[in-house]
């Protein structure tokens, strides 16, 4: 999902190429990491319901399998870019160093838009997506999951032409898979759930009480949906979500500045995360266009949708009131902008930290199909919760012993351990 002028590769290489400066990276490691291992480019013919063949075009890249085998989404996007799937798999490799499971990174995504596929047609896309990469995916090379504009019928589709191809049950292959077929409970929630046990101890090192604050999310999908309910349930108060409305092309602020009731939100939005515009207004909403969540009078920033959204013309808009920024979505701050945050003294919890109870789940997910056990609820969120709170502790403590931002914290400590794998294994 490239947006003009930005690329997020080279965002994720910038960032990269910061700490490797602090770290005094050997240059082979540097150069080993700076970029993906593998890279898989694919076409995938699938049959319309018309009775035409549309031909799409599929990618899965791996950055780094150091750790274990790679593991990261796959989206669906009509505006999907090769170098955006690159930063997404390295900041899968950095997700799952900073959370310490023993996995490594990748990203898939189908340049396609599901809204105009019918059911029919997204199984066939799937299958054919499968068909493409049976060899270079598996439990124990590359894990794919859900991610944007995907869910886990998807998965699920994907699985079975897998094990079709290979004759066999390998659940293992794919996480988010649904529950009773594979699926882990929680995982639904797991990244939005994250999100807030993140924010919730990024608000008790600044002591404040998550029930004294108010935040503004853009998005509505499954992180932003999951995050709303549990930060509202925590006593947070949400004044403004903003989603995309795909009829118009364009996207909507839905303002409600005594807080907006996250069920009744939820029942008007669709299963891409749209709410609808009508019935947000019955609701009492206030209709803004759909930059102004960032503007709002807020405590907190919840960025939940895309990359590239917090910018140097944004920030502008960005209130002195704002004390925490809290990522929800993959790269939503552009590089030059963290000096801004910076500045402002706003504390930053970066995404690689703040969305990884998703994958961390989906960790969990494939520990439960290995035993062939399943663990009831509770026991998974309690789980995500520790495994959230002592990765935010450890960068935490890194960042107050060092006076680093956190972004920085979180990026030495994903990188050392990822740096150190390799040199372990003796591929550098
Ligand atoms: N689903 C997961 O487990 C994980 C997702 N993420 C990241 O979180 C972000 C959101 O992912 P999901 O919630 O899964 O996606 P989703 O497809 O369920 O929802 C995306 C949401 O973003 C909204 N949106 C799209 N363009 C927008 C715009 N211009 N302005 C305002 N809203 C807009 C959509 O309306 C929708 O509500 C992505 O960056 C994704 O990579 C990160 C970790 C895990
Ligand atoms: O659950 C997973 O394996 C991957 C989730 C993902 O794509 C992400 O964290 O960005």
């Given at each position: 999902m490239n947006q003009q002028g930005y690329n997020p590769y080279a965002a994720a290489q910038s960032q990269f190429d910061q700490i490797a400066d602090v770290l005094d990276l050997d240059p082979s490691v540097r150069e080993l990491l700076r970029q993906p291992s593998r890279e898989f480019h694919f076409t995938i013919p699938v049959k319309m319901d018309d009775g035409s063949t549309k031909i799409f075009h599929g990618y899965r890249i791996q950055h780094n399998a150091a750790r274990g085998p790679a593991k990261g989404g796959i989206r669906f996007h009509p505006l999907e870019t090769v170098d955006t799937i690159r930063a997404l798999s390295m900041w899968m490799t950095w997700k799952c160093s900073v959370v310490d499971i023993p996995l490594g990174g990748a990203k898939g995504g189908i340049i396609c838009d599901p809204h105009n596929l019918s059911k029919g047609e997204q199984e066939r896309l799937c299958r054919g997506y499968v068909r493409q990469i049976a060899k270079n995916i598996?439990?124990?090379?590359d894990v794919p999951a859900p991610d944007v504009m995907t869910n886990g019928q998807h998965m699920l589709w994907m699985l079975d032409e897998y094990e079709t191809i290979f004759g066999g049950h390998y659940p293992g292959t794919i996480t988010g898979k649904p529950v009773g077929s594979g699926?882990?409970?929680?995982r639904t929630e797991a990244t939005g759930y994250g999100v807030i046990y993140s924010l919730r101890e990024a608000l008790k090192a600044l002591d404040i009480?998550?029930?004294s604050t108010t935040a503004s999310l853009q998005g509505f999908g499954n992180v932003a949906e999951y995050a709303s309910r549990l930060y509202t349930s925590m006593g947070g108060k949400i004044v403004a979500i903003s989603s995309w409305d795909n009829h118009d092309q364009k996207s909507y602020t839905f303002r409600k500045k005594d807080g907006l009731d996250i069920d009744k939100m939820v029942a008007i939005k669709d299963s891409f995360g749209t709410i609808n515009k009508e019935k947000a207004v019955e609701l009492g909403c206030e209709l803004l266009d759909g930059g102004e969540w960032i503007a709002q009078d807020v405590d907190i920033l919840l960025?939940?949708?895309?990359?590239?959204?917090?910018t140097t013309d944004t920030f502008e808009?960005?209130?002195?009131?704002?004390?925490v920024i809290c990522e929800g979505a993959n790269g939503p701050t552009a590089p030059e902008c963290d000096e801004l945050i910076k500045k402002r003294s706003i504390f930053l919890v970066p995404d690689f930290l703040a969305n990884a109870g998703g994958v961390t789940c989906s960790y969990f997910e494939q520990v439960q199909c290995n035993s062939n056990y399943f663990w009831p609820k509770e026991e998974v969120l309690e789980k995500l919760d520790e495994k959230m709170t002592s990765a935010f502790q450890a960068v935490y403590r890194l960042a107050k012993e060092k006076d680093l931002y956190m972004r920085d914290a979180a990026y030495i400590i994903a990188i050392n351990r990822v740096a150190e794998a390799v040199k372990l294994r003796g591929w550098v």
């Open positions: 598996g439990p124990v090379i699926g882990s409970l929680g009480p998550v029930s960025p939940c949708a895309l990359e590239n959204q917090i808009k960005v209130s002195k009131n704002v004390k």
